[in-house]
């Protein structure tokens, strides 16, 4: 069973902080090692932009190399009744987490113009995938499972996983602490300013920065 859902006032917050931010408050917790539950390098921010995304992990796993085992037709792959329902078992807002076991991954494409929309119309606020994202219909893109563990880029994902995202990488939020990390990234954030002053200040000492970086630890 998936815990209870953030207040939109703490996704909203969520929101409003980077990725980098919310891991060093997720650490503060010690209820995971820090290097885990981050995306590697592999992974990148297609609109760097755009603020941070938060939501809920709907995952699905595609493949493009074979083509669909039932169907055929031009755009079968578009008539998913099936996925379009799993996603809607996830809380708002949701996130769509796309693994494509294709190696290497991009053969094909199964997010453009089309499902874009679909996953909007579902509210849905972002896509995750290690695969590729644009319009190459002939492809063979289609989910051939959903509902279930995924990997990308060394994170695992798994439904219902509290997600967010922006042009640094993407994070899971442990559900157990999910509603305490806000207010540690706004400690956290007005501990890093004050230090940040400290370092611009005519006052800077060696002993005053051992200090502010105590405090930061506290």
């Not at 090692?33 to 709907?58: E, M, Q, T, W």
């Not at 809380?91 to 053969?107: A, C, L, N, W």
């Not at 909007?120 to 695969?131: D, E, K, M, S």
């Amino acid at each position: 069973m998936l815990a209870e859902p953030l207040a939109p006032v703490q996704l909203e917050q969520l929101r409003s902080f980077s990725t980098c931010l919310v891991a060093s408050a997720i650490e503060t917790f010690g209820v995971r090692l820090h290097n885990k539950g981050f995306s590697d390098s592999r992974l990148r921010c297609i609109f760097d932009d755009l603020p941070p995304i938060v939501g809920y992990a709907a995952t699905a796993r595609i493949r493009s190399s074979d083509p669909p085992m039932e169907g055929g037709r031009y755009y079968g792959y578009y008539d998913r009744g099936d996925w379009w329902a799993s996603i809607a078992k996830i809380p708002h807002p949701r996130v769509v987490v796309i693994e494509d076991i294709d190696t290497p991954p991009g053969r094909g494409a199964l997010i453009g113009e089309v499902h874009t929309n679909i996953l909007l119309a579902l509210g849905c606020v972002g896509v995750v995938t290690n695969g590729a994202v644009r319009d190459l219909p002939h492809a063979y893109a289609h989910p051939f499972d959903f509902g279930g563990s995924v990997e990308i880029a060394g994170l695992t994902v798994n439904p219902g996983d509290l997600i967010q995202g922006d042009l640094h990488g993407v994070q899971t939020i442990p559900r157990e602490i999910a509603n305490q990390v806000p207010a540690k990234a706004f400690e956290l954030a007005a501990k890093r300013k004050e230090l940040i002053a400290l370092c611009r200040s005519q006052d800077f000492s060696i002993g005053m920065l051992s200090q502010k970086v105590k405090e930061l630890k506290s």
